[in-house]
DNA sequence: GTCCAGGCTCTTT
DNA sequence: AAAGAGCATGGA
């Protein structure tokens, strides 16, 4: 039994719509209180009645700070909330249906990995593949109730995979953008960790140098791993979002931005979150 | 069978 | 600069 971090108030936090809003890829839902996710090398069991949160690491791995830290449980949402259900009504319906949601700080070399095999993927699919690749380049970290655990894998675990040995694990013909930013981090070609240091631009083009990220990615893994929520992915719902509830149809990347910063605020990767979250489950 | 999913790369205008 | 083809895979 590991250490249980409990928190009593917390406004503006569901797990469920935490371990649904497919920022993460590695959360199962037990039930309707429960839910239970790998992070990094411990496994978290949530436990939520209301605004009442009791949160397990299992290995005890995870300090409080760190988990804080993980669920974004120092900012205000409410303030964010306050400022964006004012502009108009369908981002005041998404708000309101997805009020629960946070912009999870995930490990960024996962995140990187993650959003390449996202690309033109299904979620279901997405968390079956890392899962995969956890089981078998990653380590065991535990098991709970028969299931077992196991972490995602590191740089050099994930620089002995094989193209085949990736294609195995169900990523398609993603499995050569894999193995080149592995190799492209692993020799240095791309210095990940300056990219959290970063200013938003900046840091696009940095990880854009790797083989299978593009803008959305680029944008997603710096939304979500990285607190850049300033950072707007634009996917296929996104562009849906945009043309039906805004009439904007342009798909040039630097004018959609323009828009979601002048529209949404610096806030706009939160907003991106909620109509995201709306539009895939209401439709 | 066809269409689509948290798109990207490479080639062709 | 912009547009189009091709890409693995599985579920609807």
Redesign the pocket.
């Known amino acids: 039994m590991g250490k249980v971090y409990v928190k009593n108030n917390v406004k503006n936090f569901s797990i469920n719509q935490i371990a649904e809003?497919?920022?993460a890829f590695r959360w199962e839902q037990i039930n309707e209180s429960k839910c239970i996710g790998v992070v990094n090398d411990d496994i978290l069991i949530v436990n939520q009645h209301g605004d009442k949160i009791e949160i397990e690491s299992k290995t005890g791995k995870t300090s409080f700070e760190e988990i804080e830290q993980y669920f974004d449980l120092n900012r205000n949402y409410e303030e964010i909330i306050k400022e964006l259900e004012g502009k108009d009504e369908s981002l005041n319906n998404a708000v309101s249906y997805g009020n629960g949601i946070r912009i999870l700080n995930q490990d960024l070399w996962e995140m990187i990995i993650s959003?390449?095999i996202?690309?033109?993927?299904?979620?279901?699919?997405?968390k079956k593949s890392i899962d995969l690749i956890s089981r078998k380049f990653g380590n065991y970290i535990g098991s709970i109730e028969e299931n077992n655990y196991y972490s995602f894998p590191t740089i050099s675990e994930l620089s002995c995979a094989s193209l085949d040995e990736l294609?195995s694990c169900?990523v398609?013909?993603r499995d050569k953008?894999i193995y080149n930013t592995v190799k492209m981090i692993n020799e240095g070609q791309v210095n990940m960790n300056e990219v959290p240091e970063m200013d938003l631009l900046s840091a696009r083009n940095e990880l854009?140098k790797?083989?299978?990220?593009?803008?959305?990615?680029?944008d997603?893994i710096l939304l979500?791993s990285c607190q850049q929520v300033g950072a707007f992915?634009?996917?296929?719902?996104?562009k849906k979002i945009l043309k039906e509830y805004y009439n904007f149809e342009k798909?040039?990347i630097s004018e959609i931005n323009r828009f979601a910063n002048e529209y949404f605020g610096a806030c706009c990767g939160i907003a991106?979150?909620y109509l995201?979250y709306y539009i895939?489950n209401t439709k």
């Open positions: 809003s497919g920022q959003f390449i996202s690309g033109n993927n299904n979620i279901p699919r997405i294609r169900g398609g013909y953008y854009k790797l083989s299978g990220v593009g803008d959305k990615v680029a997603c979500f992915p634009v996917d296929t719902w996104v798909n040039n991106q979150q995201f895939r």
